[in-house]
Structure formats: C-alpha cells, structure tokens
C-alpha cells in the first residue's frame, strides 16, 4: 500500500514561516506535488518536484529529497487568506499514474 | 470551460437512492480521475480515465459504484443504493495527458449526503 504522513494541523503567526512535513512510502515515485484546499473548495495545485532539490515559487518553496521519501512546502510572510489545508500527494506509476494523498495539514495563522 | 465543472455541488439522498454525479473536465484534457474526500481527509482515489477507456478502477469500494466516460470527455460515477457511508465530497480532476508530469486540475466536488 502507499503511506503518506503529514502533521493533522499547524498554527502559525501573520508574517513568519512556516515548514510542512511529508513523509511518503509509495510503490513507486513519479513526482510529489502540493496543493492548496480551502474550505469547501477544490485542491489547487502549488507546487511539484521529480528531482531532488528546492523549487522556489514567490513566497512558496517546496523541498524533494526522493533517498530519505521526504519533502516540505515552505511558506514565507504568512498572510491570513494562508488559512487552508495544504495536501502533500506522490504520483505513483500505476497503469493511472495516479497521485495518492496525504490527509492533508490544516494550517492557522492567527494575527 | 475554463476549469473543471462538476454538478451538482450538493446532492442529499434519501438510503437506498441512486445517484449520478457529472464532471465536466478541461476541454482536450485526456485524463480524468474521480476521488472521495471525507471530511477532514485527503482525497481518495476512486477512478481513472483515459479518454473513454477506464484503466483503473481499483479504488472504487463495492460494486455499487460505477464510472463512466462514453465519448472521452463529460464523465458520470453513479452509485447506486446510497448508504450512510458514501456521504462525502467527490471531487473530478483532470490532466492533460497521461503520461504523469502534468498536473491535475481538480472541480470543486460534489458534497454528497445520505439521510
């Protein structure tokens, strides 16, 4: 089966950083992406790493390390609309390529 | 359209009831996959189309789900006999092809509940 684990929920301050987990053990790597998913909304996609390394996007950086199945979504300058469910989920090469989903980590951030 | 449509955004069904739920994709996008999300959970996988061929239904949980995608675009998951426990959101995504370096463009799901 695939296990991905992230924290349940994190709290954070207006303007700090933030650093979400992932820890993945998947049948298989084809990519880690990250979503974003408000309350009541659709998942939406910020971020995706194959390679090792750091992508870097604006205030949102997302890590790979593919030996040590781990990665993190950074977020720089919180600001309040951050409130939401971050989704860590591996593309994994079944015959769908499908992407399997961590719970999701609900993040506050408070003034 | 310019994102993924899915319809209804609310259904509530009485048990025992079937339903049909309808996702739009992204116009020329090749994959298409369903997921159930219970609350305060990840996305579950449900299914997976590529164009009018499902090639992976294993994450559907019994046989009273069904998926279909005739023409390669809209696509129908119908359950048939709702019970308490099918009560969930079940969100469309799809990509534009299936080789797996895409990313998946997600509907804003269809909040089922049984009564």
């Known amino acids: 089966g695939q296990n991905i684990d992230q924290p349940t929920e994190m709290t954070a301050t207006e303007g700090a950083i933030v650093q979400i987990n992932c820890t993945y053990q998947?049948?298989?790597?084809?990519?880690l992406f990250w979503y974003q998913q408000h309350a009541g909304e659709a998942p939406t996609f910020l971020s995706y790493n194959v390679l090792d390394g750091l992508e870097e996007k604006g205030r949102f950086s997302s890590f790979l390390s593919r030996s040590k199945g781990y990665s993190y979504l950074l977020l720089k300058e919180l600001q309040m609309k951050d409130s939401a469910s971050y989704l860590c989920a591996v593309r994994v090469p079944t015959g769908a390529n499908n992407l399997f989903f961590g719970t999701g980590t609900r993040l506050t951030v408070i003034p | 359209g310019a994102g993924v449509s899915q319809s209804p955004r609310y259904k509530v069904a009485k048990r025992g009831q079937d339903v049909a739920l309808r996702c739009d994709p992204i116009?020329?996008?090749?994959?298409l996959f369903w997921y159930q999300q219970a609350l305060g959970q990840g996305p579950e996988f449900l299914t997976y189309?590529?164009?009018?061929?499902?090639?992976?239904k294993s994450g559907l949980p019994s046989d009273r789900f069904f998926a279909e995608r005739p023409e390669g675009s809209v696509s129908t998951l119908k359950i048939q006999r709702t019970q308490q426990e099918d009560s969930a959101v079940y969100l469309c995504?799809?990509?534009?092809?299936?080789?797996?370096?895409?990313?998946?463009?997600f509907g804003q799901g269809t909040r089922l509940t049984v009564v």
């Open positions: 116009s020329g996008h090749v994959s």
């Open positions: 995504a799809s990509s534009f092809d299936g080789s797996g370096n895409t990313e998946a463009f």
């Open positions: 998947t049948s298989g790597f084809n990519g």
């Open positions: 189309f590529q164009n009018e061929a499902q090639l992976d």
